[in-house]
């Protein structure tokens, strides 16, 4: 199993930037999907980006966020990332990372915590 945990939430004013960071215990591979999700109070879990890159990188994003945020893995580090620019309140969520390998495995992080306020 893979345990991922997340970092890099916090407070942050609207208009601000957040760079989150998801590390795995284990070695990630190309053949992995990585994706984030959140989870707003009162809301279900929803998916926010994702990548693969097991013959060429891809990245896709939910409307919400599209030219604001980035999602980024490095496979050496075993770690991947959301570069979050330009957040709206309607942000405020819960962030987890997810990783699927498919018929092998899927783990989830524990999730941190991002608020956008003035």
């Known amino acids: 199993q893979v345990q991922l945990v997340e970092s890099g939430g916090g407070l942050v004013q609207p208009g601000g930037s957040l760079r989150l960071s998801c590390a795995a215990s284990?070695?990630?591979?190309?053949?992995?999907?990585m994706a984030w999700y959140r989870q707003a109070p009162g809301k279900q879990r929803e998916w926010v980006a994702t990548?693969?890159?097991?013959?060429?990188?891809?990245?896709s994003y939910t409307n919400s966020v599209k030219g604001r945020f980035t999602i980024s893995r490095d496979n050496a580090k075993n770690t991947v990332y959301l570069q979050m620019n330009s957040l709206k309140p309607e942000d405020t969520a819960v962030y987890y990372c997810?990783?699927?390998?498919?018929?092998?495995?899927?783990?989830w992080g524990q999730g941190t915590q991002v608020t956008v306020s003035s």
């Open positions: 997810y990783l699927k390998r498919v018929g092998v495995l899927e783990s």
């Open positions: 284990g070695s990630i591979f190309s053949i992995d999907i």
């Open positions: 990548i693969t890159s097991s013959s060429s990188t891809s990245t």
